[in-house]
């Protein structure tokens, strides 16, 4: 598939982040032989920088973002904390995004509640499905729609109604 995220898109988002924008946050990364593993965004203040977040990313074999952890600065204990986490998974013409998010209590990471499959189909159109787990564990869907090859300058997306 042609839009998968790879290393090479996120040391891209990094490079283009960490030009001086004059925005309210800064950026910094841990860089290893040209991969970006972690990020980290610091808010600006009168007094400094004050640490907000940390995302972490894993790739697989192929050079594909397979995980993406985030973490938030928290002030009392001084140290980053869990978040969320984004998982990918790589298939022919199809990839799918899940998001979990950190149970303090459990000390683990949640199963994921939702899914996004995007597909793509031999004539260029991209299909994207929401998928919601229900208690038993299966998915079904929630939401969808379609973004249709660029016809001239204009991508058409169409969201068609479930049953």
């Known amino acids: ?7 090479f898109t996120v040391l891209s988002m ?3 982040l960490s030009q001086d924008n004059g925005g309210d946050y800064c950026y910094n990364a841990d860089i290893d032989n040209g991969i970006v593993r972690t990020m980290y965004v610091y808010e600006k203040s009168a007094t400094g920088l004050i640490p907000t977040y940390s995302y972490h990313y894993d790739y697989d074999e192929a050079g594909r973002l397979s995980t993406k952890t985030a973490y938030r600065w928290n002030a009392e204990s001084n140290c980053y904390q869990p978040s969320y986490q984004l998982c990918m998974a790589y298939l022919v013409d199809t990839y799918e995004l899940s998001r979990s998010v950190w149970d303090n209590r459990a000390d683990n990471w949640q199963t994921d509640t939702q899914k996004m ?13 929401i998928l919601q787990r229900d208690t038993q564990g299966r998915y079904h869907a929630v939401d969808h729609f379609l973004i249709q090859d660029a016809h001239g300058d204009q991508l058409l997306a169409i969201r068609p109604t479930l049953p």
């Open 1 to 7: 598939m042609d839009f998968i995220i790879t290393m």
């Open 14 to 16: 990094y490079m283009n």
């Open 117 to 129: 499959v995007y597909q793509l189909d031999g004539s260029k159109n991209l299909s994207v499905n």
